[in-house]
């Protein structure tokens, strides 16, 4: 179990509750209606061994988004969630190092690390930011206007439903 649990369901849930409350008050008093974007993981959808704090707290945040969504639609505030898969960040390296066996150089655990994720993903490789970003552009926009309550996969293809 993750060793500092309570610290991720501080940031990872009660975190985006707290922003969700501040501009959920907002765009109502606004009147204007609006989007919120919160940033859930595809172990919110399916949990992870050994991350089991983290993957409770990524399916905490999609069941905010599910209310939020109903609680919101009112005021046409529209509420999704983005699940990314694993993207190529440096939290790759902290994973291998965690995960990989340890008796391997930090660069050649980072490599095999993801190169075993790579070849579990339909597209064949880790997303990147911008396929984040792209996405959250997306539901930001006018064309997500009839969108809410979703919780998008960003990952390739690693996981389809």
Known sequence: MYKSHRAVQRVNVKGVFLCCQAVARHLIAQGMGGKIINLSSVT????????????????????????????????????????????????????????????????????????????????GRLAEGEDVAKMAAFLASDESAYLTGLSVIVAGGLMMY
């Open 44 to 123: 919110g959808k399916q949990g992870l061994a050994r991350y089991a704090a983290y993957s409770a707290s990524k399916f905490a945040v999609i069941g905010l988004t599910q209310a939020l969504a109903y609680e919101l639609a009112p005021y046409s505030v529209n509420v999704n969630a983005i699940c990314p898969g694993l993207v190529d960040t440096e939290r790759v390296g902290h994973m291998a190092s965690a995960l990989m066996p340890v008796d391997m150089p930090d660069d050649e655990q980072r490599a095999e690390f993801a190169r075993r994720a790579e070849a579990s993903v339909p597209l």
